[in-house]
T-cell receptor, first 112, second 113 residues
C-alpha cells in the first residue's frame, strides 16, 4: 500500500542550529501538506505545496516539493525552543483523494 | 475560534466496556476522520466519513465502529474495549475536494485497564 516515510525519526539540536526533515512517498503526490504537533497538542496545518520543484518560506521555515513530486523537505534555520514538536508531512491517498496519508513524523527537540 | 472539539481529553475505561468517543466540528465540512496516535507509529487512520451516514474503513478498523448521523458529529465506538486500544485518539475534519487543510481536535487520551 501507499507509504509515506520521514527521516530522521528524531533529532535533538542545540538552539541556533539548523534542522531538516525529509519526506518520501512511495507514489507520486498531487500535493503535499506539512503539519506541526507541539508536545501535548494536536497537529496543526503549516503549509501546502502543489507544483513540482516548488519552494515556499515561512520566516525561518523553508519547504520544498521534489521535482518528481515524490519527496519533500522542511528546513528550519537557526532553531528556537518554540520549534519543538513533531513535524508530519501528508499527501492525498491514491485510493481516494479525500484521505490524507500522513508520514511517520520527525520529532524535534531543541535545547537552549 | 473553536473548530473541532472532542468530548473528553482523558478517559479511563475497563476491559470489555463499550466506549463512545464523540467529535463535533463547526465548519460544515463534509469529511471527518478518526485517527489513533501511538509512539513511533505516527497517525493511523481508523475510519473516515465523507457524508452523513457514509463511512469507509481506514487502515486499522478492527475493533472499532463509527456513526455519523449528523454532518457536524462523528462518533468512534469501541464495542468491547481492550488494553491494546489504549492510545491517543484524534478526530479531524476537512472540506471536500483537493488541497484543503485538515483540522484536528485536541485529542482524547484513552486508557483501558
Amino acid at each position: 500500500g501507499q507509504q509515506v516515510m520521514q527521516i530522521p525519526q528524531y533529532q535533538h539540536v542545540q538552539e541556533g542550529e539548523d534542522f531538516t526533515t525529509y519526506c518520501n512517498s512511495s507514489t507520486t503526490l498531487s500535493n503535499i501538506q506539512w503539519y506541526k504537533q507541539r508536545p501535548g497538542g494536536h497537529p496543526v496545518f503549516l503549509i501546502q505545496l502543489v507544483k513540482s520543484g516548488e519552494v515556499k518560506k515561512q520566516k525561518r521555515l523553508t519547504f520544498q516539493f521534489g521535482e518528481a513530486k515524490k519527496n519533500s523537505s522542511l528546513h528550519i534555520t537557526a532553531t528556537q525552543t518554540t520549534d519543538v514538536g513533531t513535524y508530519f508531512c501528508a499527501g492525498p491517498g491514491n485510493t481516494g483523494f479525500q484521505k490524507l496519508v500522513f508520514g511517520t513524523g520527525t520529532r524535534l527537540l531543541v535545547s537552549p | 475560534d473553536v473548530k473541532v472539539t472532542q468530548s473528553s481529553r482523558y478517559l479511563v475505561k475497563r476491559t470489555g466496556e463499550k466506549v463512545f468517543l464523540e467529535c463535533v466540528q463547526d465548519m460544515d465540512h463534509e469529511n471527518m476522520f478518526w485517527y489513533r496516535q501511538d509512539p513511533g507509529l505516527g497517525l493511523r487512520l481508523i475510519y473516515f466519513s465523507y457524508d452523513v451516514k457514509m463511512k469507509e474503513k481506514g487502515d486499522i478498523p478492527e475493533g472499532y465502529s463509527v456513526s455519523r448521523e449528523k454532518k457536524e458529529r462523528f462518533s468512534l465506538i469501541l464495542e468491547s474495549a481492550s488494553t491494546n486500544q489504549t492510545s491517543m485518539y484524534l478526530c479531524a475534519a476537512r472540506a471536500a475536494g483537493m488541497g484543503y487543510e485538515q483540522y484536528f481536535g485536541p485529542g482524547t487520551r484513552l486508557t483501558v485497564t
